[in-house]
């Protein structure tokens, strides 16, 4: 296909030869080139331009079909040619297509061609331009034809639907359009921006199922467009059944067959809209074992018998239901209803007595008029509301009661003797004293139900003698500890007519507690009373009772007083009954530890029953009660001080047990009872320590005392297990020592023992030589020592250094004492030092005299051996003597060191 351009070149050149070769006017078209205008959107048949033909000199006519346009830039059938008349012509839009400037070309180049019959043609160019018109909004999509909307009911006000429509010219120039409900509403609103929201909570059952509302939207232009939505209401089950029967009350007689409807409970649900299932459950709320409700129905039925007569229904025969309607099984909406059922006495029970046969035994000297026996007493009517419980006797009738007995007053049950019953009378003879009455009892009301009494009289002997208890009145103990069956005491009753007649024992009235309605039995035929149960003497101490005895015919009553004793069956409680208790070392004793202060109470004893004692973990018994009984208050005291220092004691946390005895003194006793409870109390006590404990040792007279002074440290200190530890090993090491020292000595010892040949030394004033001592010599070793206390030998009266810490000594030299070297002996030269086993001199065994540094140690080395004595205290030789003096034997360490 060749350009549009280069099609209308030839186009022009072909009629310019053709005008060129006729040598006349050509054919051509009038009005064309031509621009013209044409809006969109136009609908088919709009008139674009106007032109004519002029037809060539030939007046040939042009060709049917033409003119036409052949090509059209951009190709587009969108225009058409018309004819007008014989040569005038039209270019309207043809409907093919829609013009539309905004998504359209906008410009169209039409060619024109026209031919006539003897093939002359023309061709021009009509530019058509599209102008651009304000087009009205528009709704899209489904918005377009109407949109359905659901809003659920009770739901709050607010935002519902964005409705948007779309403008092809305020849209593109981002133009806002407007929106607005064209059908004004109370429950919605909308904005200018096409936010429908709603104003006020719709409620389905008030009537606002559904709303129509018309949206208009308008563009800048002013042209506008509309839709409609259709809002629904959902309808939620938000509304709770009514109650539509309108009875509350229903009156309904006793003794109705189970399954008898009584009433019938009916309601409906306002959310049955077809929408909900239309089932409303009912039951039952209150507890009822006369009544069930069908739950579908709401029918009420009779569940069990009703007795009117019986039970509660006697005393209130109203009967209170609650009736829960519920529109579904769970979860759903309920109403609740009061249904009170008043239930009707009807006359369904005969007059029943306690007894229907009678024998009365009636003395023979009875006189007219005398009540023999009175029905009334023994029969009743259990019906609850008169006449139905109303009754009558009739006329008494038997053998041989003519003229003898009678009701007085008519059909009131009382029988009385009207005639004489003197057994020396023939006629009451040929009776045999006996008379047989048949009285029938019956209701005052339909269906008149009666009964047979039938009445033994006989005629007795004329009692003289009343039936009486042995004593006045009866008093019992018993100890509240006692089981039941507990024989308690024995009531006797006696007749001293002939013959006795059995005597029935029975408890009138008393023995009820708070807890049991009788505490007490009575034998009905010895007499006998006994416990039910167990008696609390804090509860209830004393019970009167009223006991009846009865043989038939006569009848005596006596009062009874049992007292509960009060046993010790309660353990005291004290208060605290456990405590804390921090003290320092140094508490002075009797003083009252913090203040503790121990309270006791006891249900059955009195304060000044209480005992108090302290249990194994008093310890040196440190600590005591004051005071210690006879009152329900006491405090803890320090009896005796705390002595640490001295070893005796060596517990720092007591745990004291506490025994409170109540000793059984209960109120109105002189002295305890076998039984004593004992509560307990346990106290924990923390001896404190002081920061620095000082010991003092007891001064005794020419003995020196050395003050130590000892830090105390708590046992969780860091430095305890290392301290603990290097004292391990220093003492293991001091231990070694000693046994390498000791070896050592027992191994110079072993050659120097006593030789049998030689002669001991003559003992001075004719003393057996036999009876010497062997001299201990102590083999000196020079330490560097330092000697800080003092103290005086008992046995020499001499004077001697010691190391307060390692319990080393040494003799001290006196002004008044030469060196040891130099003092002339009374048994000739000083003997030579030597070793001998432990035990063989008077000086400390395995001990080793340690030498001072300087002339004082030297001096102590050369008077060692002055130490050695006989048994009667005088200085003795050793066997073995050598120039070299030996040395001294210490004394021992004084006990108060």
Known sequence: MQA????????????????????????????????????ENSPPGTL??????????????????????????????????????????????????????ETGPNTFDLQIYVKDEVGVTDLQILTVQVTDVNEPPEFQGNLAKGLDLFVAERANPGFIYQVEAFDPEDTRRHIPLSYFLTSPSRNFGMS??????????????????????????????????????????V?????????????????????????????????????????????????????????VINQLTGTILVARRIDRDAGELRQNPTI???????????????????ITFIVEDVNDNPATCSQLTFSIMVPESAANGTLLLDLSKFCFDSDSKAPNNAFNFTTPSGVGSSRRFLQDPAGSGKIVLTGDLDCENPSNLAAGNRYTLIIQVQDVAPPYYKNNIHISILTSPVNEFPLVFGRPSYVFDV??????????????????????????????SGGASLQYPSVFWINPKTGELQLVTKADYET?????????????????????????????????????????????????????????????????????????????????????????????????????????????????????????????????????????????????VKVIPLPTTIITTTPVPRVTYQILRENVYSPSAWYVPFVVTL????LLGFLLCLIVLLAKAISRCCPCKTRKNEKPPAKKGGTDVQHVKKAAVVEVIQLNTVFDGEAVDPVTGETYEFNTKTGARRWKKSTAQMPASRKPSAQGPIAAPRRVAAGEGPGLPGSTSQEGDGPRGQEHTQGVGLGVRSKDGKPCTPKHRNPAPTSRALPKPHAAM
Not at 252 to 277: C, H, K, M, W, Y
Not at 322 to 328: A, F, M, Q
Not at 479 to 508: C, H, N, W
Not at 666 to 684: F, Q, W
């Open 235 to 291: 309808n939620i089950n938000d509304e709770i059944p009514l109650f539509t029967s309108p009875t509350r009350v229903y009156s309904i007689p006793e003794e109705l067959r189970v399954g008898t409807i009584v009433a019938n409970v009916t309601a409906e649900d306002p959310d049955q809209d077809g929408s909900f299932p239309g089932h409303l459950l009912y039951t039952i709320t209150t507890v009822s074992k006369y009544f």
């Open 48 to 101: 674009v331009h106007k032109f004519s033909v002029n037809l060539s000199v030939s007046l040939a006519p042009v060709v049917p079909g033409f003119p036409l346009i052949i090509n059209s830039s951009p190709l587009i059938e969108v225009f058409k040619v018309n004819k007008l008349t014989g040569t005038n012509f039209e270019v309207v839009t043809f409907g093919k297509q829609q013009l539309d400037f």
């Open 479 to 508: 100890s509240e500890l006692r089981p039941a069956r507990t024989r308690v005491g024995q009531v006797q009753a006696m007749d001293k007519d002939f013959p006795q007649s059995s005597i029935t024992y029975s408890i009138a």
């Open 4 to 39: 549009p351009g280069t099609s209308m070149q030839e186009a022009v050149i072909l009629l310019l030869l053709l005008e060129a070769s006729s040598g006349g006017e050509a054919l051509h078209l009038v009005h064309l080139p031509a621009t013209s205008n044409v809006a």
């Open 727 to 730: 004292g391990s090993i220093l």
């Open 540 to 684: 209830t101490p004393t019970y009167t009772l009223r006991i009846r005895a009865t043989n038939g015919e006569d009848t005596s009553s006596v009062t009874v007083t049992v007292n509960i004793l009060g046993e010790n069956d309660e353990k005291p409680v004290c208060t605290p009954d456990s405590y804390f208790l921090a003290i320092p070392v140094d508490l002075q004793v009797g003083t009252n530890i913090q203040n503790f202060k121990l309270t006791c109470t006891d249900l059955d004893s009195s304060p000044r029953s209480f005992r108090y004692t302290i249990g194994p973990g008093n310890i040196n018994s440190h600590f005591a009660f004051s005071p210690s009984a006879g009152s329900n208050v006491t405090r803890l005291l320090l009896a005796s001080p705390f002595d640490y220092a001295g070893g005796l004691d060596k517990v720092w946390d007591y745990e004291l047990l506490v025994y409170i005895t109540d000793d059984n003194l209960l109120s109105g006793r002189t002295k305890a009872g076998a039984l004593v409870e004992t509560g307990t109390v346990t106290l924990s």
């Open 320 to 338: 209170s239901l609650e009736v829960l309607v519920r529109d579904r099984p769970s979860g759903g909406q309920e109403n609740r209803i009061q």
């Open 192 to 233: 200018a921006n096409g936010t429908l929201f709603s104003t006020t909570e719709l409620d389905f059952e008030a009537g606002h199922k559904s709303f129509h509302l018309v949206v208009e939207v308008r563009d800048s232009g002013g042209l506008k467009a509309s839709t409609e939505l259709r809002v629904s209401i």
